[in-house]
């Protein structure tokens, strides 16, 4: 069956430092992945998403960036985090026509 | 705009009280619509797709239904373990892509013994 992880599940991280967030996906091949935003009160918000190693597509203009270095690999990086970075950042791969979704990291830029 | 909304925010219900959560919908063309469930400090969990309008899914005590404009989870003699936040989403036509979804803000039910 297909798994999905992410790391680290919690971090607070000072303004102005980098980030970097990790998924990855077992179980399947070639996978489409995802990174969403759940911001406190807000709904979920996709941010990212990748058909393929090296293809990345953003949705929202941001101070973010990711990357898919592997097949089922998908990071999600900063070089300088501001204060609106802080929310829940969940990454999500698509199965057939669900979405799955990891058990997320809590970010805090303090 | 396409746009999710979720009603109400908040629903508190006594054990075997059944209610209902509606999710309304005005987007441009609906290519599916999910159910999530979201336990404090987790990842959503998968419910269920629902793709035409009169369709229904059920799953223990939950059940989803589909209308043109709006999609209800109804709630049948829940328990305390149901509490958690249900959120909907919706796919659209032209979307090119499964995952992109448009999630409502969820809608945080709290079940008492």
């Known amino acids: 069956s297909q798994t999905i992880h992410q790391w680290p599940a919690t971090l607070v991280q000072p303004v102005g430092s980098p980030l970097s967030l990790e998924c990855t996906v077992e179980?399947?091949?070639?996978?489409?992945l995802y990174w969403y935003r759940q911001a406190a009160g807000r709904g979920l918000q996709l941010l990212f998403y990748?058909?393929?190693?090296?293809?990345i597509s953003s949705e929202v203009p941001q101070n973010l960036s990711a990357s898919r270095p592997q097949d089922r690999q998908f990071i999600l990086s900063s070089k300088k985090l501001l204060l609106s970075d802080s929310g829940f950042y969940l990454c999500a791969w698509a199965g057939g026509n669900t979405i799955y979704f990891g058990e997320g990291s809590w970010l805090t830029v303090v | 705009e396409d746009q999710v909304t979720q009603s109400p925010e908040a629903l508190r219900l006594q054990e075997g009280e059944s209610s209902s959560l509606n999710c309304s919908y005005t987007v441009s063309g609906l290519r599916g619509l999910f159910w999530y469930r979201q336990d404090p400090g987790k990842g959503p969990e998968f419910l269920f797709t629902l793709y035409s309008a009169g369709e229904e899914k059920e799953k223990e005590r939950l059940k989803a239904t589909l209308t043109k404009k709006e999609s209800f989870l109804h709630i049948t003699a829940p328990k305390p373990e149901d509490s958690a936040t249900y959120l909907c989403a919706v796919r659209l036509h032209g979307s090119g892509n499964t995952g992109k979804l448009i999630f409502g803000q969820g809608t945080t039910l709290q079940v008492k013994p």
């Open positions: 179980g399947t091949s070639n996978p489409n």
């Open positions: 990748s058909v393929g190693i090296g293809q």
